[in-house]
Structures are given as C-alpha cells and as structure tokens.
C-alpha cells in the first residue's frame, strides 16, 4: 500500500508544525504497543500482536468447521461487523450474487429488518439446514445492542429452535462478563472475548473479525500481518515514513480552513464496504465536543469510481468547495481484454486493442486531473492488491489516522456519547408497547 499527499498542498512548515504538536502522543503509542495487555484506550493497536486471543478463534474455528459448511450468519451492527464487512466484502462478498456455488458465504444481520430476514427464511430454506451447514456468530460488545439480540432470536427460531444440537452452532462475541457473556455460558454457547478498553469500531483485529473470517477461509495471519506492518510505520515521527501522521496532517490542516468534508472515492466497487467502516470510525470518533466545549468533525462520504462521476460528479465539481477527497485504486487488477471483434464498432474507437483495466485507469488519471484543474485537493491511496495482507494495511492506517486527528481536533476517539441517546428512546418506547 502506498499513500501519497503530493497533491494536497500543505506545505512543508505546517507538516512540521503538526509533527512537533503530535509528538508526545506518538511516544504514547509507542508505549502503548511496546507494553501490551488492555490498560488503555489506545489497546486496540495491540490486537494484531495477541497470540492468546488469535489461538482462541482459532480453537473455535476448529470445532465449528464443517466440509458442510454453507452460510456464516454474523448478527451485529456498527463496529460489531463493519470491519468484517468491509475484509469480505472486498475478497469474496461483493461477487456472492455472481458466484452462487461459492460456500461459504458470510450472511449479516444489521438493522431491524423483517423482510429481509423472511426473504432469508425461504430463499435459504433455513429450517431445512443441517446444523454442520451452518454457523451462527451473534456479536455485542455491550450484550445488550436491541437490534442484534432481535435479530439473534428471530433467526435461532427460525433454525428450528433451541435445540441442543443447534446451541453448538452459535458462537457470542461480547465483552467479558457481559450479560450476553453469562447468559450464552449458561447455555453453554461458545463465547469469545472483546477486550473492555477496546471499542467497537477498533475492534475488527479482535475475534470480532478474525473468528468469523477465518471461518469462511480468508487468511486472517495476513490479514494481522499487514496490520503489524503498518503499526510500525506509523509509529515514525516523521510524516515522510507515516502515512497516518500525513493524511491525518493534511485533513485538520483543510478542515481548520472549512474543508470540514473528506471524501473516500474508491476506484474498485468492492472496496465500498471498507469505506463504510471508515465512515464510522470517522463519525464516531471525532464527531464531537472538544475539551473547550466546541462542537467539531470531519464528514465522511464515499463515494465508486466510476459510477458515482455519473452521479455526484457535477456537485464534485460545481458545487462549493467544501471537501478534500482520497482516490484508492487497486494496481494489479486481473486483464480483461475488450473484443478486437466487436458489436458496435463505431462507437467509441479509442477502445481498440484496449483493456478494462485501461478504461478504468484512464477514468482515475481524467478524475485527477480534472480535480486539479477545478483546485480541487486530493490525496491519493494505492493497493498493491485486494488481498488480505492490504486489506490489514488499510485498515490499521485508517484506525491511527483517527487516533492523531483526535488529538489535533482536541477530542477523545474512543467514546461515542451521543450514540446511546437513540439506544434510550428506542428502549423507553419498546417498554410502553409491552
């Protein structure tokens, strides 16, 4: 993965003049890394490094694995399954519609939504399925998230109950000692731990992501290696070597001269749920109160090349400058050549003895330029590959980036205050309908 800043025009002295101001929180992290264990709020950067809670996935994976394995039901919402969303999505889910014989297959259970899950009952014929076909993966860090436990129960009833034998298909991933931690253990339900310091929307390298991953054959190992890689550089001082400490430089530079929209441009349609997740994180962690009691945040959109030219593009372009963007584009795409044969072949001549990758590649480089000629701020983000080793990468750059742009935004990236004001209406309406 490369990241690159050259066409964002921040100049050398205000890089500098962040790099001093975020020094000590670098040395903090540092720390934080360099000791281990969940003490702190920054815990979620030792996770990839967690033997113990790797070998504890691992363990459950072994016993759930089935050759007749089919579908991975994961039930969470938010931070409980965006991480994994986005690593799936962007290996193997963005084309289960297109590989129907391809099992297993990861099936989320987000919002509250009835249709869906009794499309899902015929379409899958779940009272059919052998136990072995399946797996259940019910995710709360709380154990207490209204949505999921609904969701949880409407699809165990709808796999045939509570029967024994389906009790050992279900795996809770919660925090330890968690309501849902006990309840599961009293059932003997398997159960997984998220570390208490460790949020949500930071959790995607805990068993929240590695279990239900590995089950369905993605190899999670690179997945932490990669995100092993660039914990070290990011942990540089200088932004030259750390593309968390440049990217989060160059969007509080734009968002103190009213910049205050980032945009993720994703030019691989796969990648979209990856900046889902981000959103989030962005959203959750820094859109809030800061320590002089000021309101502040980043706006996070996203946004597929290159459909959403056809779209927004004109809003991108002749609308107010508002926003700085970030183009992430794939750099070995498999070569599908365009027919030398072919049915239209008077329009758009300029295709011959092309490739779609070449189409696509021209569409970025266009985008670029135009974006320069229109003063428009970019930064730019190269995977080498959609694979599991980028996709950790990308990841733990994305989760460092929040964490130094909190700092600078003087505010915490690891609560969500406001979240619970939408949990508390929803519980005190469903309790005056009992």
């Not at 991975?72 to 986005?86: M, N, Y």
């Not at 987000?110 to 899958?124: S, V």
């Not at 009272?127 to 609904?150: C, D, M, Q, R, Y």
Request: with cysteine.
């Amino acid at each position: 993965m490369q990241f690159f800043s050259r066409n964002s025009r921040v100049s050398p002295e205000e890089f500098e003049t962040i790099e001093q101001a975020i020094t000590p929180y670098g040395e903090h992290l540092k720390t934080v890394v360099e000791k281990g264990g969940y003490s702190k709020t920054e815990s979620s950067l030792c996770l990839p490094s967690d033997e113990k809670l790797l070998r504890l996935s691992e363990e459950a994976v072994n016993v759930k694995s089935s050759p007749a394995l089919r579908y991975i039901f994961v039930v969470g919402i938010g931070g409980s399954d965006l991480g994994t969303k986005a690593v799936y999505d962007a290996i193997f889910g963005y084309y289960d519609g297109i590989e129907p014989h391809r099992f297993p297959k990861i099936i989320f259970l987000e919002t509250a939504d009835a249709t869906h899950l009794h499309r899902m009952q015929g379409g899958l014929s779940l009272s059919e399925l052998n136990p072995k076909e399946f797996v259940v993966v019910i995710v709360s860090k709380s154990g207490t998230t209204t949505e999921t436990i609904a969701n949880s129960e409407v699809l165990i009833h709808f796999l045939k109950g509570r029967e024994s034998e389906l009790l050992h298909r279900i795996v809770v991933i919660t925090e330890l000692d968690s309501i849902l931690w006990k309840a599961a253990e009293a059932q003997g339900i398997t159960t997984l731990p998220i570390p208490k310091t460790v949020g949500g929307r930071y959790s995607v390298f805990s068993p929240v992501g590695v279990f239900p991953l590995m089950m369905c054959g993605i190899d999670v190992h690179d997945l932490l290696e990669g995100a092993r890689d660039m914990r070290e550089q990011c942990l540089k001082p200088q932004h030259k070597e750390n593309p968390a400490l440049a990217s989060a430089a160059v969007l509080f530079t734009y968002y103190e001269q009213g910049l205050v929209v980032h945009d993720s441009f994703f030019f691989h349609p796969a990648l979209e749920s990856l900046g889902k997740w981000y959103r989030q994180l962005v959203g959750e962690s820094l859109g809030k109160e800061n320590i002089k009691k000021s309101p502040v945040g980043i706006l996070p959109t996203v946004s597929l090349g290159s459909t959403d030219l056809h779209s927004v593009g004109q809003l991108y372009f002749g609308g107010p400058k508002r926003s700085v963007t970030t183009f992430i584009s794939v750099i070995n795409e498999p070569a599908t050549a365009i027919p030398t044969s072919r049915l239209f072949p008077e329009l758009e001549p300029r295709l011959a003895n092309k490739r779609m990758n070449d189409v696509l590649l021209a569409t970025l480089k266009g985008t670029k330029l135009a974006y320069q000629n229109h003063g428009l701020p970019f930064l730019e983000t190269e995977l080498s590959a959609v694979n599991a080793r980028e996709l950790g990468k990308y990841l733990m750059w994305k989760m460092m980036e929040v964490m130094f742009l909190a700092q600078l935004l003087e505010v915490n990236a690891f609560d969500q205050p406001n979240v619970e004001a939408y949990k508390k209406e929803t519980r005190a309406i469903l309790d005056f309908h009992e």
